[in-house]
């Protein structure tokens, strides 16, 4: 048998342009599950877990970086799997066993990579053309995708720290250069991350032309559920509205009766987790002091909404309930809120994800 003839692939299709297209996705990866993690956690703590409670932004660095890292790893999982798809008609198809698993851990991986980034890329367009509660799927998906990477780069490691290893690439053809392939690998990230992850930092927002929220809505704010969708719009515009505080004393209040308490101003961000940013100024009444009226210092506090359903509700751990900064918001931007902002009142508090900033507060209980 003769050794096998020289190379003439073209550079995309190397495999030290597969192992540093592979690597680039990685980061994005491991970055994206981090984030994803962490956002999870905030919103479901164990046991263990505390929140932190600073910086401000501390959700929008997070959630942007998960949202830069999914939308840059789509170009690049795209062009890595152009790359070695003539693979897939290799043969033997089957082989021996471990060929078998390796074929099978390869099928894992791509589908579950590809099935994250997309649905994650159509909830940032709030569409959703299925039938699965996506935030469950998502985080399940999640460890999928990390198993399927870790046993992936397992059998792949040596071939990887070989490519990394060779100093020149392997003679090609005329034509596209490896370092053509990968810098349009890394523009078209790039631009992803612009285009979509723009969204998270405010002076950017122009160009996130693909985020379908980076658009101002009133008062300067993205909206993401009117008052008419939340099916809110007569309670929480009636004269009659009353916040209640259910403690060991049992306040009602008017909103004339909020407005009446000492008001305070801060200047807090809303990051959704879709990965839009906005910070405004927001005034209303210190969370503490109305957990102070009823009795409720020192506990986890339950906020409800005037809506029914699944976003209708959040808790707000003790510590952030007696922050200062924490407020039950009655004004944005020097003007009562927007009714789709959540009039009579909302809540805002820093280092957290956009879905706990509960509109429309009719309850406030202990959790
Ligand atoms: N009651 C209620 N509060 C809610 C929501 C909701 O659907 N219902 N959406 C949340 C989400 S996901 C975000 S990002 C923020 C957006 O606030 P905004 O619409 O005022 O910009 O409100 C949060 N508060
Ligand atoms: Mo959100």
């Known amino acids: 048998m003769s050794a096998s003839p020289p190379t003439t692939r073209p550079a995309l299709r190397q495999p030290g342009t597969a192992a540093r297209l592979g690597a680039m996705l990685g980061v994005c990866v491991v970055i994206c599950f981090a984030t994803g993690v962490f956002?999870?956690?905030?919103?479901?703590?164990?046991?263990?877990?505390?929140?932190?409670?600073?910086?401000?932004?501390?959700?929008?660095?997070?959630?942007?970086?998960?949202?830069?890292?999914?939308?840059?790893?789509?170009?690049?999982?795209?062009?890595?799997?152009?790359?070695?798809?003539?693979?897939?008609?290799?043969?033997?198809?089957?082989?021996?066993?471990?060929?078998?698993?390796?074929?099978?851990?390869?099928?894992?991986?791509?589908?579950?990579?590809?099935?994250q980034l997309f649905t994650g890329l159509l909830?940032?367009?709030?569409w959703y053309p299925w039938r699965f509660f996506f935030p469950a799927a998502h985080y399940a998906t999640a460890f999928v995708v990390l198993g399927a990477v870790s046993v992936h780069l397992a059998i792949k490691l040596p071939l990887v720290v070989e490519e990394f290893r060779r100093r020149t690439a392997q003679p090609a053809p005329p034509g596209v250069s490896r370092r053509a392939v990968l810098g349009a690998g890394l523009a078209a990230a790039g631009m992803?991350?612009?285009?979509?992850?723009?969204?998270?930092?405010?002076?950017?927002?122009?160009?996130?032309?693909?985020?379908?929220?980076?658009?101002?809505?009133?008062?300067?704010?993205?909206?993401?559920?009117?008052?008419?969708?939340?099916?809110?719009?007569?309670?929480?515009?009636?004269?009659?509205?009353?916040l209640v505080l259910d403690g060991p004393r049992h306040v009602e209040l008017s909103l004339d009766q909020l407005r009446a308490l000492p008001q305070h101003t801060v200047r807090l961000p809303i990051a959704c987790v879709e990965g839009w940013t906005q910070y405004a100024w927001w005034s209303g009444v210190r969370v503490a002091d109305l957990a102070a009226l009823a009795g409720l210092d020192g506990v986890d506090l339950r906020f409800r909404s005037l809506e029914q359903?699944?976003?209708?509700?959040?808790?707000?751990?003790?510590?952030?309930?007696?922050?200062?900064?924490?407020?039950?918001?009655?004004?944005?931007?020097?003007?009562?809120?927007?009714?789709?902002?959540g009039f009579p009142c909302r809540l805002i508090a820093a280092a957290r994800p956009g879905v706990e900033q509960t509109k429309w507060v009719a309850r406030i209980e202990a959790a």
């Open 39 to 115: 956002s999870h956690w905030l919103q479901h703590p164990p046991q263990w877990f505390t929140a932190p409670r600073s910086p401000a932004w501390l959700y929008q660095a997070t959630q942007g970086l998960h949202i830069a890292s999914g939308v840059a790893a789509i170009p690049l999982l795209l062009l890595k799997l152009a790359a070695v798809y003539p693979k897939l008609f290799a043969r033997p198809v089957i082989g021996s066993p471990a060929r078998l698993a390796e074929r099978m851990a390869t099928a894992v991986l791509v589908a579950s990579m590809l099935f």
């Open 309 to 341: 359903g699944l976003y209708a509700q959040s808790t707000l751990e003790a510590a952030k309930a007696q922050d200062p900064t924490s407020l039950l918001a009655l004004r944005l931007s020097g003007a009562d809120l927007d009714l789709d902002h």
């Open 123 to 126: 909830n940032i367009a709030q």
């Open 192 to 242: 992803s991350v612009l285009v979509v992850g723009g969204q998270s930092i405010p002076a950017l927002h122009r160009l996130a032309v693909l985020a379908p929220r980076s658009g101002k809505g009133p008062q300067g704010m993205p909206i993401n559920r009117t008052a008419r969708a939340a099916g809110v719009e007569q309670h929480a515009a009636s004269p009659d509205f009353r």
